[in-house]
């Protein structure tokens, strides 16, 4: 059974760091072809794809916030991590930790965690 | 960035109805692979999304066959038949063909 849950600070200031914490189970991230993505909701831009990673360590970006990026994982521990430098209010958002293999896009997700940020 | 234009927005469907939610790419979905990467999603109320269909038309395990996809090129749709109270929700397409991957903004299924 795939679970995914993701954890982070809730709350914080405009121009802080946002890390997230991923931690899976039910596949490994050694495993060809395994990747684990970062997606966000908010109600002002829908949906939207932030990174992946996959299990050979290739990452990628959305380009739009590229600069504010960087993916890392855990592969001992089942966990994955997202860092957005720079947090705006406009980064507000329920940010979810996805599942994604090279035939089934996003096929498990986790519950999500919301972020706000705010002075 | 590839805009994909979902319609209608809201869908107001009886129960046992059927429902078909449109979504229309800016640019060709054709992966220079061959492969078509436009996918739909649905969120039920207090929910994630949750994958439905992959590739256009192939079923993600344990998605009944009431759900049917199809389309190419730009064009896309996906047809629930006998809609049961636990369709309702909002549907998402999502594309991968180009980069960066983006979702359509939602169609909201809902009872008449």
């Known amino acids: 059974q795939v679970t995914l849950k993701e954890s982070g600070p809730g709350i914080l200031q405009p121009s802080q760091t946002l890390s997230l914490t991923c931690s899976f189970s039910g596949f490994s991230l050694n495993t060809y072809g395994m990747c684990v993505g970062w997606i966000r909701q908010s109600s002002g831009k829908g949906l939207e794809w932030l990174a992946n990673?996959?299990?050979?360590?290739?990452?990628y970006y959305n380009p739009s916030l590229k600069n504010r990026l960087t993916i890392s994982k855990d592969t001992s521990n089942n966990q994955a991590f997202l860092k957005i430098t720079n947090m705006d209010t406009a980064d507000t958002a329920t940010y979810y930790c996805v599942r994604h293999t090279t035939g089934t896009p996003f096929d498990y997700w986790g519950q999500g965690v919301m972020v706000t940020v705010s002075s | 960035d590839v805009v994909l234009t979902q319609t209608p927005v809201s869908l107001l469907i009886s129960l046992g109805g059927q429902a078909s939610i449109s979504c229309r790419s800016s640019q060709s979905l054709v992966h220079s692979n061959g492969n078509t990467y436009l996918h739909w999603y649905l969120q039920k109320p207090g929910q994630s999304p949750q994958l439905l269909i992959y590739?256009?038309?192939n079923r993600f395990s344990g998605i009944p066959d009431r759900f049917s996809g199809s389309g190419s090129g730009t064009d896309f749709t996906l047809k629930i038949s006998r809609v049961e109270p636990e369709d309702l929700g909002v549907y998402y397409c999502?594309?991968?063909?180009?980069?960066?991957?983006?979702f359509g903004a939602g169609t909201k299924l809902e009872l008449k």
């Open positions: 990673i996959w299990w050979n360590d290739d990452k």
């Open positions: 590739q256009v038309s």
């Open positions: 999502l594309q991968r063909t180009h980069n960066p991957d983006t």
